[in-house]
């Protein structure tokens, strides 16, 4: 039943009117305008009283705290669940929607939080010179773009706006729409993007059939809008600061805190040290999870807590925050799906659970696995994903830099956030507290997990903990919400004049501390054209032939690189993420090894799977290469990051027909012979993979067709329309044996399931989208 105030019992237009009300504010996730005290009466949840009360409550005799307590529970012990939001330890009034300066008295830098939830007519309170007397509200006068102005959020976005200016364009080179670098790798064009995530086989490692990562998916979309996904990638790094924030504020609109507190909150968690690094590092998984965040656990907390939501509509919603958090980061989807699952079995609810949220809550959990669907074999098979993520692992976190918030060590600054949530426990404990006690913990489970498992990456090489960003996100989400929870409890047991004061004062050092931590760290890796480019020209011949270039790995002061192979361009954002066959992580380490040496059957072994440039690590000048197989490479004009390239000369391409002399040695296990790799014995053929169809003239028994393309079950061959067995060439590579006729050879690789799975994740999103969009509720009319 609605809630009373103190100013008398709330009125309702029907049963239909409270309801149809939260339902919207549910779920749009949108603050209102608001335009008069009335109207900000009307637009709440039944459970709370809005600001415009407190005109009513000013011609009313209130008797004190006892009076206050008497009609609702109000304080720090109301048990979690109760009827008012959760969040709120004193009987503050909720103020008006918040896009713009609206009236409400909680803005009132005068008025203390006791005052605002059991205001006294001027004859009948207290003389008390402790009681600040409540001054007249002159706030609605003026124009109302000086009302947006100085509105909560207004301000918010637009300090956090000029901060984010400092840190890329001053701090960081990274005023631009083609950020890369550090963990990011350049992200392709839309074509690209969109292939990478659609086809079954990729170019990448010497050809892999495992699926891409729907994150790309995501970023296509958004590219579609925005002018391309590296643009969308870019945005993402550039208003990290603002959007999270603004995300923040959105998602604590239902409390009953005062819109200045709830942009404080906002403001101390987009500044989180692991976000901030996160950018710097180019962890663009770790960011996406910063933004989305706080909107995904704030609509599962209306899905857990509130009976007046339409419960569909948001559990799509949440579904597919938790599907763009899951697809950028796996960790994160487990860490929130665990948050989930304890606050369902430990909160309690009014009036108990009933079975009408289980749909909801069944599809928050699903809908993202449905709609990661192809990609649900690869995580199967290559758990490491989970743990390492789309961007690869990281260096172990030290201690001072997980107690610090920082994973990548830097200044502990963070370690402020801490230090004010322990305080907060410490003068005002509230179970209003236990929501963000969870994320704490959960997120330090998780931290733990990263640091203390360790597992090979997909590319290959040691096995590295995961990093750690991500979960101390979490913690921090859940830092700011013990403080926020605690901060109107501290108010009323501390008194009116100094404790106000000195909240004030802690709350501006705190945001302080956290902007110079921010621009103490925020240079990093990311800067505007960064990652390993080649010249445009060679580019074009790589897009032109097909063939591959192979970026030789090391090890740096940001971590260690792997070897990466890719055919037809560069890596790029997304390929860390696809599985190689097994063995060919070997096999790269192999050939780097080979290749610095100045081995010539490194280069002839590189060259016959299709490497046409080879990306030295920094440092080197192939200087053993260019003595001992002088006649086999030549140099190039350098990447964009100064690393020299050669150009392996040797005659190969993405399909080839070699010679019955080079195609006994390719099935006898010997090296390829430099000298077969010239003229005659071998011929290059214009033909694309996965699918090679080919025209073969007559010519000698005991030729071989073979592919720049690691063999895996899937691959097919025909001649003449009969089926034929592949022959692995080199112990490895996909090849098939030609006869000495004119013949038509097709070799090509099929996956039907993967296929299925694309269907059924596009009828899953089809799905949310129908259930995401609230039908028109229902009212009721009398006869």
Same mark, same amino acid.
């Given at each position: 039943?609605?809630?009373?105030? &103190?100013?008398?019992?709330?009125?309702?237009?029907?049963? %239909?009117? #409270?309801?149809?009300?939260?339902?919207?504010?549910?779920?749009?996730?949108?603050?209102?305008?608001? !335009?008069?005290?009335?109207?900000?009466?009307?637009?709440v949840?039944p459970?709370?009283?809005? *600001?415009?009360?407190?005109?009513?409550?000013?011609?009313?005799?209130?008797?004190?705290?006892?009076?206050?307590?008497?009609?609702?529970?109000?304080?720090?012990?109301?048990?979690?669940?109760?009827?008012? =939001?959760? %969040?709120?330890?004193?009987?503050a009034?909720?103020e008006?929607?918040d896009?713009?300066?609206?009236?409400?008295?909680?803005?009132?830098?005068?008025e203390?939080?006791?005052?605002?939830?059991?205001?006294?007519?001027?004859?009948?309170?207290?003389s008390?010179?402790?009681?600040?007397?409540?001054?007249?509200?002159?706030? &609605?006068?003026?124009?109302?773009?000086?009302?947006?102005?100085?509105?909560?959020?207004?301000?918010?976005?637009?300090?956090l706006?000029?901060?984010?200016?400092?840190?890329?364009?001053?701090?960081?080179?990274?005023?631009?729409?083609?950020?890369a670098?550090?963990?990011?790798?350049?992200?392709?064009?839309?074509?690209?993007?969109?292939?990478?995530?659609?086809?079954?086989?990729?170019?990448?490692?010497?050809g892999t059939?495992s699926?891409?990562?729907?994150?790309?998916?995501?970023?296509?979309?958004?590219?579609?809008?925005?002018? #391309?996904?590296?643009?969308?990638?870019?945005?993402?790094?550039?208003?990290?600061?603002?959007?999270?924030?603004?995300v923040?504020?959105a998602?604590?609109?239902?409390?009953?805190?005062?819109?200045?507190?709830?942009?404080?909150a906002?403001?101390?968690?987009?500044?989180?040290?692991?976000?901030?690094?996160?950018?710097a590092?180019?962890?663009?998984?770790?960011?996406?999870?910063?933004?989305?965040? =706080?909107?995904?656990?704030?609509?599962?907390?209306?899905?857990?807590?509130?009976?007046? $939501?339409?419960?569909?509509?948001?559990?799509?919603w949440?579904?597919?925050?938790?599907?763009?958090?899951g697809?950028?980061?796996?960790?994160?989807?487990?860490?929130?799906?665990?948050?989930?699952?304890?606050?369902?079995v430990?909160?309690?609810?009014?009036?108990?659970?009933?079975?009408?949220?289980?749909?909801?809550l069944?599809m928050?959990?699903?809908?993202?696995?449905?709609?990661?669907l192809?990609?649900?074999?690869?995580?199967?098979?290559?758990?490491?994903?989970?743990?390492?993520?789309?961007?690869?692992?990281?260096?172990?976190?030290s201690?001072?830099?997980?107690?610090g918030?920082?994973?990548?060590?830097?200044?502990?600054? %963070?370690l402020?956030?801490v230090?004010v949530?322990?305080?907060?426990?410490?003068?005002?404990?509230?179970?209003?507290?236990?929501?963000?006690?969870?994320?704490?913990?959960? %997120?330090?489970a998780?931290?733990?997990?990263?640091?203390?498992?360790?597992?090979?990456?997909?590319?290959?090489?040691?096995?590295?903990?995961?990093?750690?960003?991500?979960?101390l996100?979490?913690?921090?989400?859940? @830092?700011?919400?013990? $403080?926020?929870?605690?901060?109107?409890?501290?108010?009323?047991?501390?008194?009116?004049?100094a404790?106000?004061?000195?909240?004030?004062?802690?709350?501006?050092?705190?945001?302080?501390?956290?902007?110079?931590?921010?621009?103490?760290? !925020?240079?990093?890796?990311?800067?505007?054209?960064?990652?390993?480019?080649?010249?445009?020209?060679?580019?074009?011949?790589?897009?032109?032939?097909?063939?591959?270039?192979?970026?030789?790995?090391?090890?740096?002061?940001?971590?260690?690189?792997?070897d990466r192979?890719?055919?037809?361009?560069? =890596?790029?954002f997304?390929?860390?993420?696809?599985?190689?066959?097994?063995?060919?992580?070997?096999?790269?380490e192999?050939?780097?090894?080979?290749?610095?040496?100045?081995s010539?059957?490194?280069v002839?072994?590189?060259?016959?799977?299709?490497?046409?440039?080879?990306v030295?690590?920094?440092?080197?000048n192939?200087?053993?290469?260019?003595?001992?197989a002088? *006649?086999?490479?030549?140099?190039?004009?350098?990447a964009?990051?100064?690393?020299?390239?050669?150009r392996?000369?040797?005659?190969? #391409?993405?399909?080839?027909l070699?010679?019955?002399?080079?195609?006994?040695?390719?099935?006898?296990?010997?090296?390829?012979?430099?000298? @077969?790799?010239?003229?005659?014995?071998?011929?290059?053929?214009d033909?694309?993979?996965? *699918?090679?169809?080919?025209?073969?003239s007559?010519?000698?028994?005991? +030729?071989?067709?073979?592919?720049?393309?690691?063999?895996?079950?899937?691959?097919?061959?025909?001649v003449?329309?009969? =089926?034929?067995?592949?022959?692995?060439?080199?112990?490895? &590579?996909v090849?098939?044996? $030609?006869?000495?006729?004119?013949?038509?050879?097709?070799?090509?690789?099929?996956?039907?399931?993967?296929s299925?799975?694309?269907?059924?994740?596009?009828?899953?999103?089809?799905?949310?989208?129908?259930?995401?969009?609230?039908?028109?509720?229902?009212?009721?009319?009398? +006869?």
């Amino acid at each position: 039943m609605p809630r009373t105030s &103190q100013s008398g019992p709330a009125e309702s237009d029907g049963p %239909g009117a #409270g309801q149809d009300e939260a339902d919207s504010a549910a779920t749009t996730g949108v603050d209102d305008v608001a !335009g008069s005290d009335e109207a900000a009466t009307d637009s709440v949840p039944p459970d709370v009283t809005a *600001d415009g009360d407190e005109q009513a409550d000013g011609d009313e005799q209130a008797d004190g705290d006892e009076q206050a307590g008497a009609d609702e529970p109000v304080g720090a012990d109301e048990p979690v669940g109760a009827d008012e =939001p959760v %969040g709120a330890d004193e009987a503050a009034d909720e103020e008006p929607p918040d896009v713009t300066a609206g009236s409400d008295h909680a803005d009132d830098p005068d008025e203390t939080p006791e005052s605002a939830g059991t205001r006294q007519p001027d004859e009948a309170r207290p003389s008390d010179d402790s009681v600040p007397q409540a001054r007249p509200d002159t706030r &609605q006068d003026g124009p109302a773009w000086r009302r947006f102005l100085i509105a909560p959020p207004t301000v918010l976005a637009g300090s956090l706006a000029v901060l984010s200016l400092l840190l890329h364009g001053i701090v960081g080179d990274r005023l631009g729409f083609d950020l890369a670098g550090g963990a990011l790798l350049p992200v392709g064009d839309l074509g690209a993007v969109w292939s990478a995530y659609l086809d079954a086989w990729h170019g990448v490692a010497g050809g892999t059939t495992s699926a891409g990562s729907p994150a790309l998916a995501v970023l296509g979309a958004a590219g579609a809008v925005l002018g #391309g996904p590296a643009v969308a990638v870019s945005l993402l790094l550039l208003l990290d600061l603002p959007a999270s924030a603004l995300v923040a504020y959105a998602a604590t609109r239902r409390l009953t805190t005062r819109r200045w507190a709830r942009a404080g909150a906002a403001a101390a968690y987009a500044l989180a040290p692991a976000a901030v690094d996160a950018v710097a590092s180019g962890r663009i998984g770790v960011v996406v999870v910063h933004i989305a965040l =706080p909107a995904v656990v704030a609509g599962i907390a209306s899905l857990l807590t509130s009976n007046d $939501v339409r419960r569909l509509p948001l559990g799509a919603w949440c579904g597919l925050g938790m599907t763009l958090i899951g697809v950028f980061s796996p960790i994160s989807y487990g860490m929130v799906l665990l948050g989930l699952v304890v606050a369902f079995v430990t909160l309690p609810v009014p009036g108990g659970r009933s079975w009408q949220g289980l749909p909801a809550l069944t599809m928050v959990v699903l809908l993202p696995l449905a709609l990661a669907l192809p990609w649900l074999p690869t995580l199967v098979r290559h758990p490491e994903l989970l743990l390492h993520g789309l961007t690869g692992p990281a260096d172990a976190a030290s201690a001072v830099g997980l107690v610090g918030l920082h994973p990548s060590g830097g200044v502990p600054l %963070g370690l402020v956030l801490v230090v004010v949530a322990v305080v907060a426990v410490v003068v005002a404990a509230s179970v209003r507290m236990a929501a963000g006690a969870m994320l704490v913990v959960i %997120g330090c489970a998780g931290a733990a997990v990263t640091q203390l498992v360790r597992a090979e990456p997909v590319t290959g090489g040691d096995a590295m903990p995961g990093y750690a960003g991500a979960p101390l996100v979490i913690v921090t989400a859940g @830092l700011v919400a013990v $403080v926020l929870g605690g901060r109107l409890g501290a108010g009323a047991r501390a008194g009116a004049g100094a404790p106000r004061t000195a909240v004030l004062g802690g709350s501006a050092v705190t945001l302080a501390v956290l902007a110079t931590a921010a621009l103490l760290g !925020g240079a990093g890796e990311v800067r505007t054209g960064g990652g390993v480019r080649l010249p445009a020209a060679l580019d074009d011949e790589l897009d032109d032939s097909g063939r591959g270039v192979l970026v030789l790995g090391h090890d740096g002061p940001g971590g260690s690189a792997p070897d990466r192979l890719t055919a037809g361009r560069t =890596p790029g954002f997304g390929d860390d993420a696809l599985s190689p066959v097994g063995g060919m992580a070997e096999r790269l380490e192999g050939w780097r090894n080979g290749l610095l040496g100045g081995s010539r059957d490194a280069v002839t072994n590189a060259a016959a799977a299709g490497v046409e440039f080879v990306v030295l690590p920094p440092g080197e000048n192939g200087d053993a290469l260019r003595s001992d197989a002088s *006649d086999l490479v030549r140099s190039a004009p350098s990447a964009s990051d100064g690393r020299a390239v050669l150009r392996l000369t040797p005659e190969a #391409g993405q399909v080839t027909l070699v010679s019955p002399e080079q195609a006994h040695r390719a099935v006898s296990g010997s090296a390829p012979n430099d000298e @077969l790799m010239r003229g005659s014995a071998i011929a290059p053929v214009d033909a694309r993979l996965p *699918d090679a169809r080919v025209r073969v003239s007559e010519g000698p028994d005991g +030729r071989l067709l073979v592919l720049a393309a690691e063999y895996e079950p899937g691959w097919s061959a025909t001649v003449d329309g009969e =089926p034929v067995p592949i022959t692995p060439a080199w112990g490895h &590579q996909v090849s098939v044996a $030609v006869p000495e006729s004119e013949s038509e050879v097709v070799v090509r690789y099929t996956a039907p399931w993967h296929s299925v799975f694309l269907l059924v994740s596009v009828a899953a999103l089809l799905f949310a989208a129908l259930t995401a969009v609230p039908g028109r509720a229902r009212t009721s009319r009398g +006869r």
